[in-house]
């Protein structure tokens, strides 16, 4: 079945440790996106790729780095630099920007 | 930049009654889209409107560019409706920027 796929679903973090959350779409778009979500909160933009090889950032990139070195894949990496980051974290994707967002399960994001 | 406000923030129906979700937003946008978020999370895109009224079963969507609103409207609703509805801008900048949304519990 065509679709987002986000991995792993839950993930915990110790202090000072980098993690990488895992997104993948076969729908053949070329626009991916990040998101996170606080608790009882709407989504706030980390980074999104309009295209391979291409990515922009968005209103909280700060302690977050992205790579689109494949057209399906669009990993987001929590570094230790990011003092916050328990969150439910959202991958979305869309034929072209400025078309529909589709998204994946989400990734639940915990400090230990 | 450009703010995104959702209202009521929170709303209790009765399963059959009928409501009006409203987005305001405070500039010039490319597209406007509306989602539905599940107690689990799931993110369900239920309309892309950047301007104009669509309908998909019991749900409608209006959006007036101009005046810079959008009404989500859901008719004899169930208890599977509820949930978060957001409504989200897109930029010129290609920035999606999300409403704080509407909180939605129907009763059955």
């Known amino acids: 079945d065509g679709g987002i796929t986000q991995s792993p679903k839950y993930l915990f973090r110790k202090e000072g440790q980098n993690v990488t959350l895992s997104c993948e779409q076969n729908?053949?778009?070329?626009?991916m996106y990040w998101y996170r979500q606080d608790p009882g909160q709407g989504l706030r933009l980390i980074y999104y790729s309009q295209i391979v090889n291409d990515f922009q950032k968005g209103d909280i990139a700060e302690g977050y780095s992205v790579s689109r070195e494949k057209k399906e894949s669009f990993p987001l990496t929590v570094t230790s630099a990011q003092k916050n980051p328990t969150a439910f974290y959202l991958c979305?994707?869309?034929?072209?920007?400025?078309?529909?967002?589709?998204f994946g399960d989400g990734t639940r994001l915990s400090i230990l | 930049g450009i703010q995104v406000e959702q209202s009521p923030p929170d709303l209790i129906l009765q399963e059959g009654a009928n409501s009006t979700l409203r987005c305001n937003f405070s500039d010039s946008v490319n597209n406007l889209q509306w989602f539905h978020q599940n107690p689990w999370g799931q993110l369900i895109n239920l309309f892309y409107?950047?301007?104009g009224t669509k309908q998909n079963g019991r749900l409608s969507a209006t959006t007036v560019a101009t005046e810079r609103y959008s009404l989500l409207y859901i008719s004899s609703s169930q208890t599977t409706d509820s949930g978060v509805y957001f409504c989200?801008?897109?930029?010129?900048?290609?920035?999606?920027?999300f409403g704080a949304g509407t909180r939605l519990f129907v009763k059955a």
């Open positions: 989200a801008v897109e930029t010129g900048g290609f920035k999606t920027i």
């Open positions: 729908l053949n778009h070329d626009a």
């Open positions: 979305a994707s869309s034929i072209q920007v400025n078309q529909p967002q589709h």
């Open positions: 409107i950047p301007s």
